[in-house]
């Protein structure tokens, strides 16, 4: 399935436009639109609003406020192709109205949202300066996180190119800088990190769908395997369409990415590095046991996913990562 077969895919809320993407379990989200058409403005009303919306970088701020994601939508109509989502508190630039749409931009994002969740001049501002972090923005693969500021200090976890981490101490002149990561205080090379002021902005459906800081070979992997959800499992097969089992099914999508790998669960887990399940990333093996024993390997594909072929009776399918334990995760795309 394609990235936008994904987005078709979405369950979204019908309120209004459907805009507003909201997950199973989210909470009731009660809007309060504030902004006010130009048209129902005299020009120095409008001059003042857009002056009273500059900070933070921004000429023109916008700050999404939503229960869950906001749709940015290829153009200003309801039913465009969606481009990026907004979490709560992202700030956008907003470049011209169209109706009851804003043109923004956010992030390498460039698209239409509803001006129902977008807040806009000094409220914009004001909700800004309530939730502005200072952030941590990794800019090399594999950071290690270590539990105390010193290289001898144990590695607790490791983070990818992109991501971004709240900066929780930065001391002037220090060799590292505090970060918050699940709730811990670890620390980072201050070398490794581009340390600022900023809001959050908004995520394209490849960072939405896989994270920030994925390779495309590894989102070019996903998409690959997820064209044969729901084709048959058959023991002992290797065909994509015809059938596989879940070890046929690993080594046929990694073939087509000139990778050979061994047609048995248990060996493929011993032909990559082990890494913790904390680390994976979209194209990593995960493996599950039963007494002890691997049995089952499926695809990290994101998001707390896995894509395996699973049973004679499911075939190839998604699945949460948890459906059962994970017992070891393997690196083969050493990116």
């Known amino acids: 399935m394609s990235v936008d077969g994904m987005q ?25 639109p504030i902004y006010v058409a130009p048209e129902d403005m005299d020009e120095q009303e409008y001059d003042e609003e857009e002056t009273a919306g500059a900070a933070y970088g921004y000429t023109n701020l916008g700050i999404a406020q939503v229960a869950d994601h906001l749709n940015v939508r290829e153009t200003a109509e309801d039913d465009s192709k969606i481009v990026g989502k907004m979490e709560n508190d992202t700030g956008c630039e907003i470049l011209g109205i169209e109706g009851d749409k804003a043109h923004i931009t956010s992030g390498s994002v460039e698209g239409y949202v509803s001006l129902d969740y977008i807040l806009t001049g000094k409220d914009a501002v004001a909700q800004a300066d309530s939730v502005v972090k200072e952030l941590a923005t990794v800019n090399a693969d594999g950071l290690k996180l270590r539990e105390a500021p010193s290289l001898d200090a144990p590695v607790y976890d490791m983070v990818a190119y992109g991501e971004e981490l709240e900066v929780l101490d930065n001391g002037s002149g220090s060799d590292w800088v505090g970060v918050d990561f699940d709730g811990n205080k670890l620390y980072v090379s201050s070398d490794y ?31 690959y395997a997820k064209q044969f959800v729901g084709n048959p499992y058959v023991w002992g097969g290797t065909s994509l369409t015809k059938g596989a089992d879940c070890s046929g099914f690993v080594l046929s999508v990694f073939a087509k990415y000139g990778i050979s790998l061994p047609h048995s669960s248990r060996a493929q887990a011993n032909s990559g590095t082990r890494i913790k399940m904390s680390e994976a990333k979209p194209g990593d093996l ?8 691997i049995n089952h390997v ?30 070891a995760v393997t690196r083969i795309l050493q990116d």
């Open 298 to 327: 499926a695809i990290y594909i994101g998001g707390g996913q896995v894509i395996s072929a699973s049973s004679p009776k499911t075939g190839i399918r998604i699945a949460s990562a948890y459906y059962r334990t994970p017992v």
């Open 193 to 223: 990190v581009t340390v600022d002021t900023k809001l959050k902005t908004a995520l394209n459906m490849t960072e939405f769908l896989y994270g920030a800081g994925v390779s495309d070979v590894r989102v070019e992997l996903c998409e």
């Open 8 to 32: 078709q895919a979405e369950t979204e809320a019908k309120a209004d436009n459907s805009d507003v993407a909201l997950t199973a379990g989210a909470g009731v989200m009660v809007s309060s």
């Open 286 to 293: 995960v493996f599950y046991a039963k007494g002890g024993r």
